[in-house]
């Protein structure tokens, strides 16, 4: 298999580029609700994110190719590291690489948000790089589905906030922690965006729920079986649309807070490809359900934009 053959299995851009988007999204849209937007750490909080991310990704790959070389997970990947087309060394440096990218986009936002910048990106790489790797990750653990959620629900958006807002508060940030750039708010508003993104990583683990169980990971579906993963995606599900009339009344950011809402037919959509489609099928609901996180995340940050 070519390089561009394997290329689009390690980046996975249908899931990687939306996970990484939708909770910077939502923090730029906040940010621009208080009056505190500035587009370049924007810009470079998404590529900080999206590189991490894909780090992860492919060192995944990586661990599923040598600690796990004989359950072949991934056969197209298997069959290029055997046909010399993909080296296990060359796999190693474009993981590192695309670390060495995320740290690269991020050091620059230290010029807006002080030591608060090195730190998120400290806290993104460990919590992407802990996913599998290692006797104490978190699929061993069994925390990946919290870790995911804090990750894309509270940790991306409230970074990405703070990276904009710290600069009109402080000057220089340095090494203040800028209190004042962290609404309590910031913290929340990214909910629902944390759970369709879990949701993601749940149709992950129903779709390899045997592997997974040969190699002793406590995702969801491998402890509670695969119907407890599938109530879990309904769980996540309508905990993210029920948050849109929390925001609207309780937190009083108005009625454009329901233009989530609009999405939810996609949303009724992959549910019940989740429950109608085979285990050994439903790999390609992931995207689909990526696909719902970003649809939410645009009309969440419209209803941002559009009440402020």
């Known amino acids: 298999m070519a390089a561009r053959g394997w290329l689009p299995l390690l ?23 208080n009056h505190v ?40 990947l298997a069959s290029a590291v055997d046909a010399g087309t993909l080296s296990l060394r060359t796999l190693r440096r474009l993981t590192a690489a695309w670390f060495v990218l995320g740290a690269l986009s991020g050091a620059y936002l230290i010029r807006y948000a002080g030591v608060m910048a090195p730190v998120l990106g400290l806290v993104g790489t460990i919590a992407s790089a802990s996913y599998c790797a290692g006797r104490y990750s978190q699929v061993r653990l069994g925390i990946a589905d919290p870790v ?14 703070y990276c904009e807002a710290a600069q009109f508060f402080a000057q220089p940030v340095g090494w203040r922690v800028v209190v004042e750039a962290l609404p309590w708010q910031v913290c929340v508003i990214g909910l629902p965006i944390g759970a369709i ?27 509670w ?4 993963g599938r109530a879990e995606y309904v769980v996540l599900t309508v905990f993210a649309y029920a948050l849109p009339f929390w925001f609207w009344r309780g937190l009083g950011l108005g009625p454009w807070m329901l233009l989530p809402l609009l999405s939810l037919p996609l949303a009724i959509w992959t549910t019940r490809l989740v429950f109608v489609t085979p285990l050994k099928d439903v790999e390609p609901v992931s995207a689909k359900t990526a696909g719902v996180a970003f649809c939410y995340a645009v009309l969440l940050s419209a209803g941002l934009v559009l009440g402020r």
């Open 37 to 76: 937007f500035s587009i370049v750490p924007v810009v470079l909080g998404l590529l900080a994110s999206w590189f991490i991310h894909v780090g992860g990704l492919y060192l995944e790959n990586y661990w599923m190719l040598t600690a796990h070389a004989p359950l072949r997970e991934h056969p197209e």
């Open 148 to 161: 995911f959620f804090v990750m894309f629900g509270i940790v991306a958006v409230a970074g990405t906030y």
């Open 197 to 223: 993104i879990t949701n993601v990583m749940v149709v992950d683990d129903l779709s390899d729920i045997d592997v997974d169980t040969a190699k002793h990971w406590k995702t969801r579906p491998v402890v």
């Open 225 to 228: 079986g695969a119907a407890g």
């Open 11 to 33: 980046l996975h851009l249908a899931h990687s580029l939306p996970a990484a988007a939708a909770p910077v999204l939502v923090g730029a849209a906040f940010a621009y609700h």
